[in-house]
């Protein structure tokens, strides 16, 4: 695990958004495996940016989406369906029909988790994860538990999650309980995995996932059994690290 300082969230974003250039650029035809949330949107920007300045060519990429609310239409504007629209794929030369998300309007939790995990299969691996993390160490929507579970699934959102999350929301009462998510072993079959995390709400997420013990009460602790893995963290985010 590499773990490189930023700044602050600009500097972060900057960064990230180097790698994935850097990826991108190596392998045009790769499988990038995708984030929402506040932390990657500047990463996104800086992207879109370098879209439109002509460096960087999105149409023969593939992407496979981390997580999706359970119970949400495409179209609302909280679905990390509209997320991904809103802030990249419409915004690229990408083929839509190469992007891939859980189907959060797919109820049947068994079905879809089947069918998420074989169109990952499909894909035949994931070149680059990004991943943000949770104030409670989830990764994608892997909430602290007593064991890892391995495939896509559907989970219960931790109350803090839900708590984070309100902000996007009227109101707590319109936060989704229920999200579909890759698995954790599904995450890790990734090649290389680019972590973002900002700001000192995440510090001590960040300090107990990389140098406590792996644990699934840490879902992002597992992060240290992989072998290719960049964090990007800013300052604030690194502050309850040792030294
Ligand atoms: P955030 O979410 O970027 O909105 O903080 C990250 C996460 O919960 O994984």
Known sequence: MRIYEAKDYDDMSRKAANI??????????????????????????????????GDIDFSEVTTA?????????????????????????????????????????????????????????????????????GRNGHIGFNEPGEEFVKETHCVDLAESTI???????????????????????????????????SGEDKADAVAKSFFGPVTPKVPGSILQMHQDVIVIADRAALSKCPR
């Open 20 to 53: 994935i250039f850097a990826q991108v650029t190596m392998k045009p035809d790769c499988t990038l495996g995708l984030a929402t949330g506040s932390t990657p949107i500047g990463m996104y920007q800086n992207l879109v940016e370098r879209y439109n300045a």
């Open 163 to 197: 708590e984070a999350n309100k902000r996007f929301f009227d109101s707590i009462d319109d936060v989704p309980k229920q999200a579909y998510t890759m698995g954790i072993q599904t995450i890790m079959k990734a090649k290389k995995i680019l972590l973002i995390v």
């Open 65 to 133: 989406n981390l997580d999706e609310y359970r119970g949400i239409e495409p179209t609302n504007e909280q679905s990390y369906y509209y997320f991904m629209n809103e802030h990249l794929f419409s915004k690229v030369n990408i083929d839509k029909n190469n992007t891939n998300i859980p189907d959060g309007t797919n109820m049947d939790v068994e079905a879809e988790s089947a069918r998420y995990e074989q169109v990952l299969r499909t894909l035949g691996g994931v070149d680059m994860q990004l991943l943000g993390i």
